[in-house]
T-cell receptor, first 115, second 112 residues
Framework: DAGVIQSPRHEVTEMGQEVTLRCKPI?????LFWYRQTMMRGLELLIY????????DSGMPEDRFSAKMPNASFSTLKIQPSEPRDSAVYFC?????????????FGQGTRLTVV | DAKTTQPPSMDCAEGRAANLPCNHS???????VYWYRQIHSQGPQYIIH???NNETNEMASLIITEDRKSSTLILPHATLRDTAVYYC?????????????FGGGTRLMVKP
């Protein structure tokens, strides 16, 4: 398996533009997570899906952020409009279930720079 | 989930054992101890987890004290590729699954 695949790896955009980050989880995994990493705040959980349904989005910073999972093999994280403070590395992770004992597998991340 | 405390950084000589401590004094009975690491420019990687008993896998060993208030991750023969930030995470056994709360971690530098 190729692991969790994220695209693009790097994204540079201007403030105010819409940004869409993409994630393909590991086949057979039914839990998907979006995390954000910055120097100031470290790694933060944004949203958690189970069986394509958003379970917990309490970490989504504001209404400019939205995430979807239209099917078991694809998820998007959208920022509209983007702001310079959204600059960060965004990670997607997947796991086989939501019980303790299942490890999360992380993608390589998307480095977003908003100028 | 219980809070964890880790030293911000540690050094280790290549080939020697790296012992990374973690304090989790407020851990409750149904919380597991997980360790992940993040090598520079990569996503976090699962290492090991445990509840009460010591655990060992191909990557590392996890030693949990009897009162479960602290634990130590042991890399028996550290290599340069083990240089990374190591995160100790305490997680409740619930449907929360892999909703991980990362702290600052310990930056391990393995030196030749």
């Amino acid at each position: 398996d190729a692991g969790v695949i994220q695209s693009p790896r790097h994204e540079v955009t201007e403030m105010g533009q819409e940004v869409t980050l993409r994630c393909k989880p590991i086949s057979g995994h039914n839990s998907l997570f979006w995390y954000r990493q910055t120097m100031m705040r470290g790694l933060e959980l944004l949203i958690y899906f189970n069986n394509n349904v958003p379970i917990d989005d309490s970490g989504m910073p504001e209404d400019r952020f939205s995430a979807k999972m239209p099917n078991a093999s694809f998820s998007t994280l959208k920022i509209q409009p983007s702001e310079p403070r959204d600059s960060a590395v965004y990670f997607c992770a997947s796991s086989t279930g939501h019980a303790v004992g299942t490890e999360a597998f992380f993608g390589q991340g998307t480095r977003l720079t908003v100028v | 989930d219980a809070k964890t405390t880790q030293p911000p950084s540690m050094d280790c000589a290549e080939g020697r054992a790296a012992n990374l401590p973690c304090n989790h004094s407020t851990i409750s009975g149904n919380e597991y101890v997980y360790w992940y690491r993040q090598i520079h420019s990569q996503g976090p990687q699962y290492i090991i987890h445990g509840l009460k008993n010591n655990e060992t896998n191909e990557m590392a060993s996890l030693i949990i004290t009897e009162d479960r208030k602290s634990s130590t991750l042991i890399l028996p023969h550290a290599t340069l590729r083990d240089t990374a930030v190591y995160y100790c995470i305490v997680r409740v056994a619930s449907n929360a699954g892999n909703m991980l709360t990362f702290g600052g971690g310990t930056r391990l530098m393995v030196k030749p």
